[in-house]
């Protein structure tokens, strides 16, 4: 195992595992953010699931990683077995009273994140990945002594500020298990987000309300290209593939958070789970929607959309991880 400048390295599979159980988190996050109307034990059980995969991570960190002290490492790997064993409960008994689900998942909660705390503490860490580390954790644990102090504000806004909690954690374990060790890396990280923010939030706006411009998808599909295209201006086109992978993810953004973030931000009502499996390409045939293209249509299958999405996280996959382990190409 080769150590770099901010630490022991990880192993592969651990950091993909934290990349997997992160994003896994936002979605099931997001999920729980734009259906706030569903029946809250629908809801308290994904949450419980999303915060599973923490505790799933700090097990795996406290058996396998080098570098931690053993006081440190059975503190992890305890405090996630203990994690595990309180969420539990609450996965396979929903019907808990309120109370009874508030004190459990404040323990869940201050667990995680006095292990937060603590890993920020490390030396050895880059001070971002630390002081991300520090500020999550604290977080947690003030939402966990919060909903037990004040159990009427957990009321109103247990599932919300839940759900929030597990998307800040979500983010915070997609970094760590990237760890870039490389400014460019960093850059590339930070492009990345970008994307993702730029798609989701204000192409959403937009395409949720804007859709009577003549040669609409044209004039969407080049607004996805836009920003990028500062990277070829003041790079030149060595960099094409990269611009072209980003403006693909806005896209992917735009295309699989459409009515996640109508719901959420914007007051839309869309029933999510049959919309994503038209998406996907579970529908067939059915004609989700009509490329407006000025000069000609196209009607886009729920098969057709399915099969451009499965695409596009392949491109942007491959030419992401590209740059990721070859960041020396990449000017700063």
């Known amino acids: 195992m080769v150590s770099t400048p901010s630490g022991p390295a990880l ?5 993909l595992l934290e990349v ?37 991570r700090m097990m795996a960190n406290g058996g396998i990683r080098r570098g931690l002290a053993k006081l440190e490492a059975l503190g992890l790997l305890g405090g996630g077995v203990v994690i595990a064993a309180v969420l539990l409960v609450v996965i ?10 508030v004190y459990l998942f404040s323990i869940a909660l201050a667990i995680q994140g006095i292990g937060r705390v603590a890993h920020s503490m490390r030396s050895g860490q880059p001070r971002w990945l630390r002081g991300s580390a520090l500020v999550i954790g604290a977080l947690t644990v003030s939402l966990a002594v919060g909903a037990l102090l004040v159990p009427g504000i957990a009321a109103l806004t ?38 993702a923010f730029y798609g989701l939030i204000l192409i959403n706006w937009v395409d949720l309300y804007g859709t009577t411009a003549p040669a609409y998808h044209i004039w969407l599909i080049l607004t996805y290209m836009a920003p990028f295209g500062v990277l070829i201006v003041f790079q030149g086109l060595k960099d094409w593939q990269l611009a072209v992978s980003l403006g693909l993810l806005v896209s992917l953004m735009n295309d699989v ?9 914007f007051g839309f009502h869309r029933a999510l789970v049959p919309w994503v499996e038209g998406q996907l390409g579970f ?4 004609v989700l929607f009509i490329f407006q293209g000025g000069a000609f249509t196209i009607p886009v299958t729920s098969i057709l ?3 451009t999405i499965y695409a596009r996280v392949a491109v942007v996959t491959v030419v992401l991880y590209h740059w990721w382990t070859h960041p ?5």
């Not at 159980?21 to 259906?35: D, K, P, R, T, Y």
């Not at 396979?92 to 689900?101: C, D, E, Q, R, V």
């Not at 983010?171 to 994307?195: A, C, M, Y």
């Open 11 to 15: 192993p592969v599979w651990l950091r």
């Open 20 to 56: 997997v159980l992160g994003l896994s988190s936002v979605v099931i996050s997001i999920f729980v953010l734009a259906n706030l109307d569903y029946q809250t034990s629908e809801l308290v059980v994904l949450v419980a699931v999303a915060l599973m995969f923490s505790a799933g």
């Open 92 to 101: 396979f008994l929903p019907g808990l009273s309120f109370a009874t689900l």
């Open 158 to 195: 247990l599932v919300p500020l839940l759900g929030v909690i597990v998307f800040l954690n979500g983010i915070e374990t997609i970094v760590s298990g990237l760890r870039p060790t490389d400014p460019r890396q960093l850059t590339l990280l930070k492009l990345i987000f970008f994307s």
């Open 257 to 265: 958070g459409y009515f996640f973030v109508g719901d959420l931000l």
């Open 283 to 286: 529908h067939g045939m059915q």
């Open 305 to 307: 959309m399915g099969f």
């Open 328 to 332: 020396s190409k990449l000017l700063v």
